[in-house]
């Protein structure tokens, strides 16, 4: 597969913007990051990260509330946003001819919101909505739950959405603060994915992501400095309407800029449990039968992340269950797995990865996420960190970490009517 050209661009107000040249794509799509995601939240601002992200779309100092949507849909175009952890980041994806002015409106909708007090306080309503469906529905509940047993005392063990109390305390002005400390040039990463105007540094240079800011006020936009302590422990909960009783095992991992280990733990994972043909797959759901589905997730985050496995199945087959799986576990520090396992689970991560550099979006989004955390490198260079591991080092590295006794489970029931 042929690396793509990138091209790297530093403002002079500590901003950067990074291209990825893909001239064959019939849409660009044009991401801004920003480290803001909920991590950053002070005691009083729960929520605050999530909130805002709504009400950029209300409108800025140039456009009015419903004016972006109008005017990228009128390019042709589409436009969406995420909140997480670490960072928040807002995209369009437009036909190449609407790419200038398309930058030129996501750059002054984002940097540049008006936070008006009549939409805060219908956005508001908007958002304590989505936190009371979120907390009323059973697999989000139970997600959450193994969230706070990992970190219970860290932002990471915490809901992005925030909760009613401090959303009902928050303001207008509040959020002005919390935007005024976050959202600076050198806290964002544009990134651009698909056909770049020549002109770039120029359009930069003279919008809102060029402006220098006054360096005399100290940089406080810090993640919350508490330490991120994992707890090895179990817990057993009902939940209602919980359709199958759920069995969630948690693992640490390591920050995300240690790449190659993640992608150490990316294949264990995809070896232990993605297909027919992994061994929690095959052993639990198509020789045993004990299970509904049993499937393994990893998750990178900045101060560290989670491996997760969850199994659903019948009450009755819980015991089994968990026995099944801590005996496949226990067995993989002295049974390494095959070169034939190896180079299935291998061929997999590295599939999912070359699929994802075929879309704009997700090309602007690995560029952008990557530069905002400071993680320069050839697109490709994942390809040459799968390479790099070996039978025997996911056998010491990764299966002798992923191990009962060091894990948070998790035992979901349904609640008895």
């Excluded at 540049?112 to 907390?135: G, H, T």
């Excluded at 496995?309 to 576990?329: P, T």
């Excluded at 599939?351 to 955390?373: D, K, M, R, Y």
Aim: aromatic fraction near 6%; glycine fraction near 6%.
């Amino acid at each position: 597969m042929q690396d793509l050209k990138i091209n790297r661009l530093a403002l002079r107000s500590g901003a950067e913007c990074i291209s990825t040249s893909m001239p064959e794509s019939a849409l660009t799509c044009i991401d801004l990051w920003c480290k803001a995601g909920s991590s950053f939240e002070d005691s009083d601002e729960k929520g605050m990260a999530h909130f805002l992200e709504h009400m950029i779309f209300k409108g800025s100092s140039k456009l009015r509330e419903g004016e972006f949507d109008l005017k990228i849909e009128a390019l042709g175009g589409s436009s969406n946003a995420a909140t997480g952890f670490d960072d928040v980041h807002f995209y369009v994806l437009v036909p190449s001819e609407g790419v200038e002015q398309a930058i030129k409106l996501l750059i002054e909708l984002v940097l540049c919101p008006s936070i008006m007090k009549n939409a805060y306080s219908l956005e508001r309503e908007v958002v304590l909505e989505e936190i009371a469906q979120q907390s009323d529905q059973p697999d989000e509940k139970v997600f959450q739950m193994v969230l706070e047993g990992c970190w219970s005392n860290h932002p990471y063990g915490k809901s992005i959405l925030g909760n009613a109390s401090s959303l009902n305390a928050s303001t207008p002005n509040r959020m002005k603060l919390f935007h005024q400390r976050l959202y600076k040039p050198e806290n964002c990463v544009l990134s651009i994915a698909g056909k770049s105007p020549r002109n770039l540094l120029k359009i930069l240079s003279e919008g809102e992501l060029g402006k220098q800011v006054d360096k005399s006020n100290p940089n406080n936009s810090k993640p919350n400095s508490k330490k991120l302590n994992f707890n090895i422990g179990r817990k057993i909960v009902e939940v209602k309407r919980l359709e199958s009783a759920r069995l969630v095992m948690a693992w640490p991992v390591p920050p995300a800029s240690e790449q190659f280990i993640i992608m150490g733990y990316d294949i264990a994972t995809t070896l232990l449990g993605e297909g027919r043909r992994s061994r929690l797959v095959n052993n639990l759901r198509e020789e045993q039968q004990i299970v509904e589905s049993i499937e393994m997730d990893l998750t990178a985050l900045e101060q560290g992340g989670l491996v997760l496995l969850e199994a659903c199945c019948i009450e009755k087959n819980l015991n089994k269950v968990e026995d099944s799986i801590n005996q496949i576990l226990i067995e993989s520090i002295n049974s390494p797995p095959s070169e034939r396992e190896t180079k299935r689970a291998k061929e997999l991560v590295r599939n999912g990865f070359c699929f994802s550099l075929e879309h704009p979006a997700q090309v602007a989004a690995i560029t952008g996420t990557q530069t905002l955390w400071n993680r320069h490198q050839p697109l490709l260079e994942p390809l040459k960190d799968i390479d790099g591991w070996s039978s025997s080092m996911i056998q010491e590295e990764i299966f002798s970490c992923l191990q009962p006794s060091q894990c948070f489970t998790l035992i979901a029931k349904p609640l008895s009517s």
